[in-house]
């Protein structure tokens, strides 16, 4: 899967109380959940990722609770991929799951500015800076993973598992 | 080669005879526990086109987060929750009242040493401290859990935290555990697992170890367990069916690191906003006027919570422009403390008291804050906006912490108050 797209950048510690706040966690529809996407951290989130649907952030991204509205939010709020230093293992999951590509790479950060259009190859484990013109490469995830990402999240590819059995 | 405690549980639960950390398995869970967001992993196990849950015996159900339900939407949750218990045949299911899940859960006896426990709460972690490989999931896969049983999970690394010592009067497990995670950082422990030993851990209580292995989550760890131990096995007993099998480490176990803490110096810490490794020493916050004191939650609203907060309150009243919450954890903790004479004190100091359950821990109801408004509590998150208005502060402390800040009406040290 090859991603294509502008980044909005954040900081480390980015915890699912700001990407979702709790008082909205009775929301069961999605559409509604990603109205309040990134609320307490950036007022503007919704604005900007009409234009710009990369997040890249720092350190131990999603860090908190195991609330799933947190990666459900962003990939309805039309988040396209993830690519953090390092992502909080429920929220690692959580992205899996909802079929969003993340990517963990400590260069990312270093090597990608707010504004600057990318594109993330998942299977090679590439990341193309269109905007600088460098390139860097991550460990991609195992190939089973991918497969749950490519198949659009979890509940599609355990659709398929279930009627295969 | 030796093996950890996360190691040897994975491996029987994976029905494999040799795995390392790094290894990916696929586990058949022991345990499948869920609160008021069973409504969504319901909703999630219909669009998988599951129909009947593996095993209806090893679900769990306890409604905590918004009870009794605050607003509309949440009453329609518990509403299709109830539904679905019913047609499942789901008899774990604790309704409003009961208290919060990681209370519950071993209370009702269904935590057992060397189990492995899913829920989905990030802070599932709390029932390493009955030797359980424990931890929390997303709902999504939660409603696989219920439709196969199964889930694939990286076999974690371990760090050993050693915390050796006596700590002083009124330092509580709270503290010690706040301590760690403002060392080590708030991601310090993130994908691994914890086994906790020393003097320390092997003289507290087991609610004091649900207390850290709660809190630990907010270093990230995927797991945080206290070998089984007679303490444990004394909770337990009257509670849980069936043999318990506890899992030990071997002595030759590879961890990834050791670390070691020495607490007998240690003062009763404060994590600061908005984040939990931002801990400081207690004299270098005192005097922070308050408007709220909480004391409750799965970290912090257990008997001997209620007892130390009781004590200093006792006969004295907290500053009127304070507000006082207190939760007990659980319905079996209420009973007691009425017994005990606690909640008494407590609305006699002014306080008031709230149902066994998530209460304002979560910022959805009973006692949110305000825009500028302060609170101390003995919950274990602090984030920006958690009990509340984005512009107000949590500071997190432990049970002593929270009643003596309430009886100053600021940040006040609990040594302090007692003279
Ligand atoms: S008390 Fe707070 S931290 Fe514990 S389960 Fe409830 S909302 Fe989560």
Redesign the pocket.
């Known amino acids: 899967m090859i991603i294509r797209g502008k980044v909005i950048k954040y900081g480390d510690d980015i915890n699912t109380d700001v990407i979702f706040p ?1 008082r909205y966690l009775a929301i069961t529809e999605a559409e509604e959940m990603a109205k309040h996407a990134m609320e307490d951290l950036d007022p503007d989130f919704l604005k900007k990722v009409k234009e710009r649907n990369i997040l890249v952030a720092g350190k131990n991204f999603g860090c908190g ?1 195991s609330r799933e509205q947190a990666a459900i939010c962003l990939k309805y709020a039309g988040v396209k991929a993830i690519v953090a230093r390092s992502f909080a293992r429920i929220f690692f999951r959580n992205a899996i799951n909802q079929g969003i590509p993340i990517v963990e790479s400590p260069k990312a950060i270093e090597f990608i500015n707010d504004g600057d259009e990318i594109e993330i190859d998942l299977e090679r484990g590439e990341i193309k800076n269109l905007s600088t013109g460098k390139t860097f490469s991550f460990k991609p995830l195992p190939a089973f993973i991918r497969d749950i990402i490519n198949a659009g999240g979890l509940v599609e590819s355990m659709k398929k598992r279930l009627s295969k059995s | 080669m030796g093996k950890t405690i996360a190691e040897k549980i994975l491996a029987r639960a994976s029905n494999r005879e040799d795995i390392e950390a790094g290894d990916i398995v696929e586990a058949e869970v022991d345990l499948a526990m869920s ?1 008021d967001n069973a409504a969504l992993v319901s909703k999630v196990f219909g669009e998988i086109g599951a129909e009947k849950v593996w095993d209806p015996s090893k679900i769990v159900i306890i409604l ?2 918004r009870v009794p339900a605050n607003t509309i939407k949440s009453a329609e949750g518990h509403k299709t929750i109830r539904q679905f218990v019913k047609e499942q045949g789901i008899e774990n299911f604790h309704d409003i009242g009961e208290g ?3 209370q519950v859960l071993p209370e009702k006896g269904y935590v057992k040493p060397g189990m492995l426990i899913v829920g989905t ?3 599932t972690t709390t029932h390493g401290a009955f030797g359980a490989f424990s931890t929390g999931i997303g709902a999504t896969e939660m409603a696989c859990v219920w439709a196969t049983g199964k889930l694939w999970l990286k076999v974690p690394e371990t760090i050993k935290i050693v915390i050796n010592g006596k700590l002083k009067e009124m330092v509580m497990a709270k503290d010690v555990i706040l301590h760690i995670i403002g060392e080590i950082g708030s991601d310090g422990a993130n994908y691994k697992a914890i086994e906790f030993y020393g003097e320390v851990v092997d003289e507290i209580s087991v609610a004091s170890r649900m207390s850290i292995s ?1 809190q630990a989550m907010e270093a990230g760890a995927k797991v945080a367990i206290v070998p089984f131990d007679k303490k444990t096995e004394e909770f337990l007993k009257n509670r849980v069916k069936g043999k318990m099998e506890p899992v030990y480490a071997d002595e030759d176990a590879s961890y990834e690191d050791v670390l070691e803490f020495e607490v007998s110096d240690l003062e009763p810490q404060v994590a600061c906003p908005h984040k939990v490794d931002n801990v400081k020493n207690i004299r270098e916050v005192t005097g922070i006027p308050i408007d709220q004191a909480v004391l ?4 912090n ?1 257990r008997l001997e919570d209620l007892a130390i907060a009781a004590r200093i309150l006792e006969g004295k009243k907290i500053q009127d422009r304070v507000r006082m919450i207190v939760i007990p ?1 659980s319905r079996e903790v209420y009973i007691e403390a009425i017994r005990k004479g606690y909640i008494e004190t407590f609305l006699k100091a002014g306080a008031t008291i709230i149902n066994p ?3 304002p ?2 910022g959805a109801h009973q006692g949110v804050l305000a825009s500028g408004e302060r609170a101390i509590s003995s ?3 602090n984030f920006k906006g958690r009990m509340g208005s984005p512009d107000s502060e949590v500071y997190l402390a432990s049970p002593a912490t929270v009643a003596a800040s309430a009886l100053k009406g600021e940040i006040a040290d609990p040594r302090e108050v007692l003279k």
């Open positions: 709790g609770s | 609160h905590d987060h919060i899940c990681h709460d990030s802070h709660n409750g939650s799965c970290t609203g954890a359950g998530c209460g821990c979560l919950t274990n998150r």
